[in-house]
């Protein structure tokens, strides 16, 4: 067979080849997006007890699903304790400050501290230096991190006055942090609604955690980019 025959019957070889099997070109890509690393410092109301809010149920996993349906990435180290507050030790010996020193990493986008109304009897000078001490170690550990500041939610309207004091210290604190502070006293977010607390008046049931979870998850996602 001559040359030119022999690439003749090669093209029509692989001509009918070809149209035996069509190659199929798709297109893949790639998504890539920003994991926002997040510390969040509470106590039993992030916790979550016998009453509700526990693992998968408690407000921080909730917030963590519903931010990644938006399409917002998240890794997040919590580090609560029940009791815990700024100037109380809780059921496991830490305070907030300890808390924030366990949890609290240098590549954190935002930090989150949630509480505290177990501080009602903590001397109020002694409160203000231990917030400000709080807030000062995470800005050190975690430099170029936000912060959002959650003061103590209260289950009714009639709230304590020592409760009114946390709150006003938490918000003054949170100003001179450069922290964004949120007032769940002033938007009255468990007020006339007693099915999201428990039996015993004081720690949210698992509708509770949802809700909180409904509420939290927004503050979180607006200070938080969505991908690039």
């Known amino acids: 067979m001559c040359l030119t025959?022999?690439?003749a019957f090669a093209v029509v070889t692989v001509l009918a080849g070809a149209q035996r099997t069509p190659v199929q070109h798709r297109d893949v890509?790639?998504?890539?997006?920003?994991?926002n690393r997040i510390a969040v410092i509470g106590d039993s109301y992030t916790t979550g007890g016998e009453l509700g809010g526990l693992g998968a149920s408690g407000w921080p996993a909730?917030?963590?699903?519903m931010l990644a349906a938006q399409g917002i990435a998240t890794s997040a180290d919590v580090g609560a304790e029940g009791g815990a507050g700024y100037g109380v030790r809780g059921n496991?010996?830490?305070?907030?400050?300890?808390?924030t020193a366990r949890t609290v990493k240098p590549d954190?986008?935002?930090?989150?501290f949630f509480g505290s109304r177990n501080d009602?009897?903590?001397?109020?000078?002694?409160f203000t230096i231990l917030v400000y001490g709080t807030f000062q170690l995470a800005r050190r550990l975690a430099p170029s991190a936000d912060f959002l500041v959650i003061g103590p939610p209260w289950p009714t309207a009639d709230v304590p006055g020592t409760v009114v004091r946390?709150?006003?210290?938490?918000?003054?604190?949170?100003r001179l942090a450069g922290a964004t502070f949120i007032d769940p006293i002033a938007l009255g977010w468990f007020v006339g609604k007693p099915e999201l607390i428990g039996s015993d008046g004081v720690h949210p049931t698992d509708?509770?955690?949802?809700?909180?979870?409904?509420?939290?998850?927004?503050?979180?996602?607006?200070?938080?980019?969505r991908r690039i």
């Open 5 to 7: 025959a022999v690439l």
């Open 29 to 35: 890509v790639a998504l890539q997006y920003t994991v």
């Open 62 to 65: 909730q917030a963590w699903r």
């Open 92 to 99: 496991g010996g830490s305070l907030f400050e300890d808390l």
């Open 108 to 112: 954190d986008r935002l930090v989150v």
């Open 120 to 126: 009602q009897h903590v001397d109020p000078t002694q």
């Open 166 to 174: 946390i709150r006003d210290t938490l918000r003054y604190q949170a």
């Open 207 to 225: 509708a509770g955690h949802t809700y909180m979870a409904e509420k939290i998850a927004p503050l979180i996602g607006a200070q938080l980019p």
